[in-house]
């Protein structure tokens, strides 16, 4: 079975104080269920990646970039490189997030190039795809969802795609309160899981973990994790405060499937 994985998206929040904070709060909650019931990571800013890292301690959580750039070093300003990230204690990247594929207009190409770089380097990634509102109601979710799989991961072998976590995030759900029903959620996948089936193997389907993001709560979190192709949640907002991350983790440490 595989074993539930939660992941904290901090995105451009918190600051130097309150980053350690919650960082020892949630090492302090969360150290007995870490790693044996659940894999949890959590993603602060660039900049506060080693204050967290060294408020986290030896626990078991691990930590993660927002992103990251495909260049091994140089005249690349403002970006960072998978060598940085690993120097500063990250096991884990987030690539493609739905808000730098709209906001900041990053290509799949982009993405393919960083989740490649990522994986190469050997770290870990947490891949992000999703439809848009008006593609869900024009019925395209799963093409849209499947061509950003496929050119995301388009020569990443095998052996690579191992390092990979699938996080589905309908961008309709990201921030707004109105998550995906865990029946829509569970729906794409189990399109995913057979995607995956089809450009590698079926028994890679089965073992790659499919993370859902989008308003998951301390309150919908067993809910969704009842599905038995949502393996675990990229949180946002919830995974500002403690309490409520904290029970997400639990949640999924007591994971009940339907
Ligand atoms: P929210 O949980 O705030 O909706 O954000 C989800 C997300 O984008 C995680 O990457």
Redesign the pocket.
Known sequence: MRKPFI?G?W?MNTDSASAAELACGLSRNLDDVCNEKVDVTVCPPFVYLSAVKKALGPCQIGLGAQDVYFEPKGAFTGEISCSMLKDVGCSHV?IG???RRHIIKESDELINRKLSAAISSGLLAIF?VGELLEQRNAGKTNSVVAEQIKKGMAGIGLEKACAVTI?Y?PVW????GINATAQQAQEVHVMIRELIAKLYDKSFAQQIRIQY????TAANAAELMSQPDIDGL??????LKLEDFTKIVMAAAERKII
């Open positions: 992941g998206n995105k987030i997030h739905s808000e992000c996080a995030e759900a990201i921030g707004t993001g989008g308003s998951a990229l949180v946002g907002g919830a995974s």
